[in-house]
């Protein structure tokens, strides 16, 4: 079984440029969220996909969009960067949209850094 | 008041020892609730959930006050693996699959 994965892993942007950053599910799942984490905060959540659609949204900004194809991969865009953009982006699949237990399976993450 | 507030630690413990982590919670009709753990520049990992008063895994124990609006993990007989920062997680809304965290608890084990 495959793991969540994502990239790039690394990344350097100046302001006002854009990001893609792209993530690929567990194998089996058809809901992925994406989560900022700042240094030394918890994730915060900025959407979730479920059947290509979003699900779902966080206190963000609409310079944060997102798709999912039908494979259920995902990507993240972040339009006009700022520096409080740097951060880690992390993936999270899980394999259906409501109940369950609430583990959400996380990739190790994308570290964007915004100078 | 924060949707998730969390001890801010850090907590450095000798091995051996328990040491207990507090959270506290804004959403009254939340119906679930969780620990995951992350170490060090790694993902965050599910620890535990708790949907009732309680619940025990080993060395882990998770409580829940509805009442208070509080829970709390206990780890017991701390080991030097157990070094990570946990963080409290709430759902939002009705979804169990969107979460909000706590801004974390660092726990250091000593040898």
């Known amino acids: 079984e495959t793991g969540v994965t994502q990239s790039p892993t690394h990344l350097i942007k100046t302001r006002g440029q854009q990001v893609t950053l792209r993530c690929s599910s567990q194998s089996g799942h058809n809901t992925v969220s994406w989560y900022q984490q700042a240094l030394g905060q918890g994730p915060q959540f900025i959407f979730q996909y479920y059947r290509e659609e979003e699900n779902g949204r966080g206190n963000f900004p609409p310079r944060f969009s997102g798709l999912q194809f039908p494979n259920y991969s995902s990507e993240l865009n972040v339009n006009a960067l700022e520096l409080d953009d740097s951060a880690l982006y992390l993936c999270?699949?899980?394999?259906?949209?409501?109940?369950?237990?609430?583990?959400?399976?996380f990739g190790e993450g994308s570290r964007l850094t915004v100078l | 008041r924060k949707e998730v507030e969390q001890d801010p630690g850090p907590f450095n413990v000798p091995e051996g020892a328990t040491v207990a982590f507090n959270c506290t919670y804004s959403n009254s009709a939340s119906q679930s609730f969780f620990w995951y753990r992350q170490d060090c520049r790694k993902e965050p990992k599910l620890l535990m959930s708790v949907y009732s008063s309680g619940n025990e895994d080993g060395r882990f124990t998770a409580q829940l006050n509805r009442a208070s609006q509080y829970i709390s993990l206990l780890i017991r007989d701390s080991k030097l693996s157990d070094s990570a920062t946990y963080l409290c997680?709430?759902?939002?809304?009705?979804?169990?699959?969107?979460?909000?965290f706590g801004s974390g608890t660092q726990l250091t084990v000593l040898p």
């Open positions: 997680v709430v759902p939002r809304g009705g979804s169990a699959r969107q979460l909000t």
């Open positions: 999270a699949s899980s394999p259906d949209q409501r109940g369950g237990t609430g583990e959400l399976f």
